[in-house]
């Protein structure tokens, strides 16, 4: 079943036409996990092709392009940060039954996890806790105590990369939340490009985006938003691995402070 609809655009800026898809049409077979998409000069070429058509698109036609052309294979991965809340705030509106899910690295702050309930709530969406196969105590005693206290890039591999890889199997595209504007890793990111990383196509509807507009959806929507960004928290990822940031600060200044480390790894092709 699918119902055409024609409403505002979530982004408040025009009208677009919504078609909200049947929960069959965005359920992967059980045969997915093993049909990976391989990135043929072809496929590398629409790509990039598509990126650069989708430069001047709205965040929502970005994602609209995205749900009809990998039908089933799309997923999105959230942290539950403001730009996650916009993405799922839209996706709500085009295509619900997205399969949505958070890394859970059992190092996230109980305000984050309580987002879960919140976005169940406010749109009906289950956001799945994909985590490691240790948990927090078995993997400290595994590695004689807090693996981020002194190799965070180790920490944030075991807890978040090689989890993504594992939520990602029978997937095509996967959906981030993130600004060219919020890092020089980040600055280089096409709206539709081949993540070589994950084996996936990456898609980042609000590239272009800057962080006013996205505190200005939240305001206008009524998105739900972790309320540790009321408390100086600009950025939240891990709590052992995130301060509240003075007003003048980046950013992302309170994101691994005391390390050179400014990405999880999940946006960097490296
Ligand atoms: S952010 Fe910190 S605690 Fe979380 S996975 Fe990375 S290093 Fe580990």
């Not at 591999?157 to 594992?166: H, S």
Request: one cysteine or more; hydrophobic letters at 35%.
């Amino acid at each position: 079943m699918q119902v055409e609809k024609t409403t505002s655009g979530s982004d408040g800026r025009r009208p677009v036409a919504l078609r909200v898809l049947h929960p069959d049409d965005m359920i992967g077979t059980e045969d997915a996990a093993d049909d990976a998409l391989v990135p043929t000069p072809e496929l590398l070429a629409e790509l990039d092709r598509t990126s650069q058509r989708l430069e001047s698109a709205t965040p929502m036609q970005i994602l609209r392009w995205t749900v009809d052309r990998f039908p089933g294979k799309f997923t999105m991965a959230t942290a539950f940060g403001p730009e996650g809340m916009v993405v799922i705030h839209m996706l709500s509106q085009i295509a619900p039954h997205v399969p949505v899910f958070n890394l859970d690295t059992g190092y996230q702050f109980k305000e984050t996890l309580e987002m879960r309930d919140r976005v169940k709530q406010r749109y009906g969406i289950d956001v799945e806790l994909k985590q490691p196969e240790l948990t927090v105590a078995q993997y400290e005693a595994a590695n004689g105590g807090p693996v981020y206290k002194t190799d965070p890039d180790r920490c944030c591999l075991d807890r978040k990369n090689k989890v993504l890889v594992q939520a990602a199997r029978g997937f095509h595209a996967w959906a981030s939340a993130i600004r060219r504007d919020q890092s020089p890793d980040r600055a280089v990111v096409p709206i539709v490009g081949w993540d070589n990383k994950f084996g996936l196509v990456k898609v980042s509807p609000l590239a272009n985006w800057t962080k006013k507009e996205v505190w200005a959806l939240i305001a206008s929507e009524s998105i739900p938003y972790n309320p540790l960004h009321d408390q100086g928290y600009k950025s939240i990822g891990c709590w052992p691995c995130t301060r509240s940031v003075a007003p003048e600060e980046d950013e992302r200044a309170g994101r691994w402070s005391g390390f050179a480390k400014k990405e999880c790894g999940l946006h960097t092709s490296n």
